[in-house]
């Protein structure tokens, strides 16, 4: 019978452990994550007139992943995770939040089969090299990479909000060349809400990386939205709430700050219930980022217009 009873433990410890790695991903009850949407809204008061009026996104690249990678305890089907850019356009010129990444490294960096869009690169860059502010949500190549690919790096520096915070924290996990030109320009100390363009606020948020932001928009038309990048992947993560599983960011992550990112989910879950028009936008989920555009909150392809 011993061995009966060896086996019984090791399968209740497989089970423990697989619960741990894969379906886990509970967030806390409460958290000390600060959301101050009156804070947020009160840093733009003073922007009528200046508020962006449309919202454009650009799907560059695109693969797909299991769900469950995304969400622990999550259904087991793919999702379509797609590299974006977005283009808040309005009387003050264009901000561009995220950049994606070029197409080398897109074909070493996604899963096959995957997707390119080179027209749509194309137009970010035109677009990067005219906007009046171009920032990232954080420090990770799909994200920063086209910044970091930028064929004029010291025009873009003029212009590009680099954060003190993603910089350190992309120089000490990145093998990338930093381009000098983002190395000697001034990197934005980001440790409270800070506006950084009419109707545009940069809030500090680490945890999936060391320079990990969100950004709060009002626009002209009364909407609001908050891009949170990868605190989660999926709008699924913010309404359930749960996170992503311990495995992912075991083996396929490095230095994500779990209990930050719990924390951030858990908020950004509150917050949404609190305030449901609120639009939040995860970088990545291409199926509800397609469902915005279907509303006519964005719109699909970047406009260029003069600086
Ligand atoms: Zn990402």
Known sequence: ???????????????????????????????????????????????????PTEVRIEFIGRDTMPFIAVQGGGEN????RTR??????????????????????????????????EAAYARMISVMGVASVVAVTHEHMDHIGGVMSFPLPERLAERLVFTKQQFE???????????????????LDLT????????VVMIPAPGHTPGSALFYVRMADG???????????????????????????????????????????????????ADPALVIIPAHDEAYLRQLIAQGLLKEHFQIDGP
Do not use: C
Request: charged share 20%.
């Open 192 to 199: 409270a809400p800070t506006r950084i363009a009419p109707g």
């Open 84 to 117: 974006a850019s977005f283009q808040l356009d309005g009387a003050a010129g264009s901000v561009v939040i995220d950049t994606a990444f070029n197409k080398e490294i897109a074909a070493k960096a996604q899963r096959v089969p995957f997707a390119f869009d």
């Open 77 to 80: 089907k793919d999702f379509a």
């Open 223 to 273: 909407h609001e939205l908050l891009f949170i990048g990868d605190v989660a992947w999926a709008i699924s993560n913010i309404r359930t709430p749960a996170m992503r599983p311990r495995f992912v960011e075991q083996f396929f992550m490095s230095g994500e700050d779990r209990a930050a990112v719990g924390d951030e989910v858990r908020a950004l879950h509150d917050l949404s219930a």
């Open 1 to 51: 019978m011993k061995w009966l009873v060896r086996l019984g433990v090791v399968a209740l410890l497989l089970v423990a452990a697989y619960w741990f790695e894969v379906l886990d991903g509970g967030v806390p009850s409460t958290s000390t994550y600060k959301t101050d949407i009156a804070g947020w809204r009160q840093l733009v008061a003073g922007d009528s007139g200046q508020l």
């Open 169 to 187: 924290g992309f120089a000490s996990a990145s093998k990338q060349q930093i381009p000098p030109a983002y190395a000697a320009m001034p990197h």
